[in-house]
């Protein structure tokens, strides 16, 4: 699959099904391979490697509970003190931007509250500045490295 995004190092090995795994930096194991998990461990490692996000301060398919519903964002990053700084939601190649998109990360931020939220497919890519104080959004020509967040 071909993204937008830098190439990097994967670790991937078959298993015992004859699919596919890849090795999740984050979460320090081996996942199923599906697209998504293709783009989600480019992108991380495009975060790690390129904008500098402390993998320390990251975690991968993070739970939440919204309205009594248990959910997963796909990944968080955290500020220096622990809070949510940025969530990042990832989809197939394969699969558009929507605004469906847009509003499944919006409902994730509900209860987390961070300052940035990211969207990617891999080829597509779109960040947003949450600004609280007063009540808008701007979206930004790039993804910031962690030290301007």
Avoid at 126 to 144: G, M, N, Q, V
Wanted: glycine letters at 4%.
């Amino acid at each position: 699959m071909r993204l937008n995004l830098p190439e990097c190092a994967i670790n991937m090995k078959k298993n015992s099904a004859g699919g596919f795994e890849i090795f999740d930096c984050l979460r320090k194991k081996f996942v199923a391979l599906t697209p998504e998990e293709w783009v989600r461990q480019h992108f991380v490692a495009h975060l790690i490697g390129d904008h500098h996000y402390p993998a320390a301060l990251m975690a991968n398919e993070v739970s939440l509970v919204q309205n009594g519903i248990k959910r997963r964002c796909d990944t968080l990053v955290a500020d220096r003190e622990g809070k949510p700084l940025v969530i990042v939601e990832y989809k197939a190649p394969s699969i558009p931007i929507t605004q469906k998109t847009f509003d499944q990360i919006v409902r994730y931020n509900m209860v987390l509250q961070a300052r940035y939220l990211i969207v990617s497919n891999g080829v597509t890519h779109y960040c947003c500045h949450i600004d609280y104080d007063k009540a808008s959004y701007t979206f930004l020509p790039t993804i910031p490295d962690y030290e301007t967040l």
